[in-house]
């Protein structure tokens, strides 16, 4: 009897998973993927993985119905052409290297024509631009892969940006940051059409630590008060200088970017150069040798650069930390 009832509790669990990817020749809900050379394997085999373990059908449709390379130089088949493509209740707009995309016209008009019956719209990352190009968020929230937020809001003014969600819900349009976000944003759809219950259980399969209110947000990690300086935009960097980045990391109060540099300016004149780009900048006053200060979002910011020697003069290692000290509500913002 204890045997029998261990093998039924098994069944019973393994049964919503396989029943999951149970093909159907008339699913409940149709998901279509636009696909183009340069998307992100990410930004639409994520959201894939959540529709299909929902139990939706899932097409992946390109211009003329020929395989695309992604932006990892993966190729990949669509099940259709726009011309052949069924009928969707969910469009998704994965990103990835879209400057192409985003001016294609057939990518445009079938992302317009077919954004009318669907139930609910979805770009992912960079996908943003190609949505946003077609004219459909103009005075609606939106948000995009964290360095490219600035961007999005100068290419498409008549855009609400956003810049400290992982995902924007404007109703039948939604907008997700960058690749993982991807997955909430899918989640977060599954959970409009199906209900929060039935999005949890899709999340749980795929061993997903699921936040329904939000989660992870990478936009509002220390780096964005680097971004917002400009501080690249005002370096006259070494035109013979490489940098390789190996170390980028840190939280919502710190955050510390190492590369190691090859070039024959001296490092100590490259130490120059990034202080007069911060001067330039006109938010950041000097706090010390090669040391910035500044006052962001209430809060009191540090931003230093330092290099440790290489093998010879021409190599070293760069160095740029941002602190942020907690903040208060007085000041100047």
Request: with cysteine.
């Amino acid at each position: 009897m204890r045997r029998h009832l261990l093998i039924f509790i098994a069944m019973v669990i393994a049964m919503p998973a396989f029943a999951a990817h149970a093909p159907m020749s008339d699913p409940p809900v149709r998901v279509g993927i636009v696909m183009f050379d340069g998307v992100q394997i990410i930004d639409f085999a994520g959201p894939y993985e959540v529709f299909g373990n929902a139990g939706f059908g899932v097409v992946t449709v390109s211009a003329d119905g020929k395989p695309v390379t992604t932006a990892m130089g993966l190729k990949v088949t669509p099940d259709a052409s726009f011309a052949t493509a069924p009928p969707f209740d969910v469009l998704l707009i994965p990103g990835g290297d879209v400057a192409d995309a985003q001016r294609d016209t057939r990518i445009l008009d079938f992302i317009r024509q077919r954004s009318v019956p669907a139930k609910q719209v979805l770009s992912v990352c960079t996908g943003a631009f190609i949505l946003g190009a077609t004219g459909l968020l103009d005075g609606d929230k939106a948000t995009t892969f964290t360095p490219r937020i600035d961007e999005l809001a100068k290419a498409f003014p008549k855009i609400q940006v956003i810049r400290d969600v992982r995902w924007a819900d404007n109703g039948k349009l939604v907008t997700s940051a960058g690749l993982s976000s991807g997955i909430d944003a899918a989640l977060h759809v599954v959970a409009k059409v199906r209900g929060t219950d039935e999005a949890r259980t899709v999340a749980l399969r795929l061993e997903y630590d699921w936040k329904p209110d939000g989660g992870f947000v990478r936009s509002r990690l220390a780096d964005r008060y680097l971004t917002k300086s400009l501080l690249q935009a005002g370096v006259d960097w070494p035109k013979d200088a490489t940098f390789d980045e190996y170390v980028s990391a840190g939280d919502l109060d710190r955050w510390e970017t190492r590369y190691h540099v090859q070039t024959a300016t001296p490092a100590a004149e490259l130490l120059d150069r990034l202080d007069v780009g911060a001067r330039k900048t006109g938010l950041w006053k000097a706090a010390g040798p090669h040391r910035w200060s500044s006052r962001q979002e209430n809060r009191d910011v540090t931003l230093s650069f330092s290099t440790k020697p290489g093998v010879d003069a021409s190599h070293y290692d760069l160095q740029m930390v941002i602190v942020a000290a907690a903040a208060s509500g007085t000041g100047k913002p």
